[in-house]
């Protein structure tokens, strides 16, 4: 199963643009890329995936390399809101099963 | 996007005893999943449930610790059986929709 490796944690300033970068070198060609984030113990949330393209929606946008090996997941205006455990994921090849890296901890101030 | 909830939303436990978590789910959805948070921890997949098929565990999780049902395709339950201390977590329940998951709330597992 490719792995995904993430910053353990960062820092932004709330209406600023939060950038955050996953490394997923072993990643299959057919293998997708998910953004889930976690509040407080809460049921992840779905943010955003993509395969090879960039992907937007309202949420995030998600900036894949052309050799797929990395990605950054981009919160346009971070809101004190946003501050979550983001979690990198490399969907398992042919199934739906979604392995559970680390994440990063992102923290807004004001 | 699917709408899940989970029964109870947390519970207090003696050792010994077992609990049963329900999922249900708004539409019907041919993949369910169990994972398991343990405090300060990422997620951990115990297993997938699909409808009319035993389920699938994942390595160092077994059916007699942790038995799963699929009755139907809005419904799963997870047993933690014969719990101790260290079942103590978040256990959460997920289903496949249209090429994204989506989770349930969770339910807070405390066993003394």
């Known amino acids: 199963d490719a792995k995904t490796t993430q910053p353990p944690s960062m820092d932004c300033a709330e209406g600023r643009a939060a950038n955050l970068p996953c490394n997923h070198s072993?990643?299959?060609?057919?293998?997708?890329v998910y953004w889930y984030r976690q509040i407080h113990s809460q049921g992840p949330q779905y943010i955003i995936h993509?395969?090879?393209n960039n992907e937007t929606n309202e949420m995030a946008s998600l900036i894949i390399t052309e050799d797929r090996k990395s990605s950054t997941l981009i919160l346009p205006h971070a809101t004190l809101r946003d501050t979550a455990v983001y979690y990198c994921?490399?969907?398992?090849?042919?199934?739906?099963?979604?392995?559970f890296g680390t994440g990063t901890r992102l923290q807004v101030f004001p | 996007s699917a709408v899940i909830s989970q029964k109870p939303s947390r519970d207090i436990c003696q050792r010994g005893t077992s609990l049963t978590i329900q999922c249900q789910v708004d539409?019907?959805?041919?993949?369910m999943f169990w994972y398991r948070q343990q405090p300060g921890q990422s997620l951990t997949l115990i297993a997938t449930?699909?409808?009319?098929?035993?389920?699938?565990?994942e390595s160092g999780f077994v059916i007699d610790k942790f038995p799963i049902s699929r009755p139907n395709l809005t419904f799963s339950t997870l047993t933690v059986s014969n719990m101790s201390p260290e079942d103590s977590s978040i256990y959460l329940c997920?289903?496949?929709?249209?090429?994204?998951?989506?989770f349930g709330p969770g339910t807070r597992l405390l066993v003394l």
């Open positions: 072993t990643i299959s060609g057919n293998e997708y």
């Open positions: 993509g395969l090879k």
């Open positions: 539409s019907q959805v041919t993949m």
């Open positions: 449930a699909n409808q009319g098929s035993e389920a699938t565990y």
């Open positions: 997920s289903v496949s929709w249209t090429e994204t998951q989506y």
């Open positions: 994921i490399v969907r398992v090849y042919n199934t739906d099963k979604l392995i």
